[in-house]
């Protein structure tokens, strides 16, 4: 969980890692040409390259300044263009963590670990 604030006479706001990593799977999904998020290459890679987990598809780190790293894994559509769609996942999911958690997204790094063809 990360620790939003400072501890005052109010208490502490936590938010677990979970919940970032929903906030930055739904961004992304919301652009064109994701297909969908791809949750076991995320957690495949994550388990055995550094011994974290991932939520729907994405992995969450935080830093000891409150920074959030973000590894975005998702399906991209046959007929898009790469880099346009990584592009327009990486702004849409740092604007709208940094808006809806007030922290700095320090990293987003996408991984378009399929593609999806029609049928």
Excluded: Y
């Excluded at 938010?15 to 970032?20: G, L, R, S, T």
């Excluded at 780190?61 to 990584?86: G, N, P």
């Excluded at 990486?90 to 320090?106: D, F, I, K, S, Y």
């Amino acid at each position: 969980m990360r620790n939003m604030g400072g501890n005052g006479s109010l208490g502490a706001v936590r938010v677990a890692n979970e919940v970032i990593a929903s906030i930055a799977a739904l961004a992304a999904c919301e652009m064109e040409g994701v297909s969908g998020m791809d949750e076991h290459s995320a957690r495949h890679f994550g388990d055995w390259v550094r011994r974290q987990t991932a939520h729907r598809g994405v992995r969450v780190m935080v830093e000891a300044d409150r920074s959030i790293h973000l590894e975005v894994f998702i399906t991209v559509d046959s007929d898009a263009k790469l880099a346009d769609v990584a592009s327009a996942v990486q702004g849409n999911v740092v604007e709208a963590t940094e808006r809806m958690l007030g922290l700095e997204v320090g990293e987003v790094n996408v991984f378009v670990s399929s593609i999806a063809f029609p049928n």
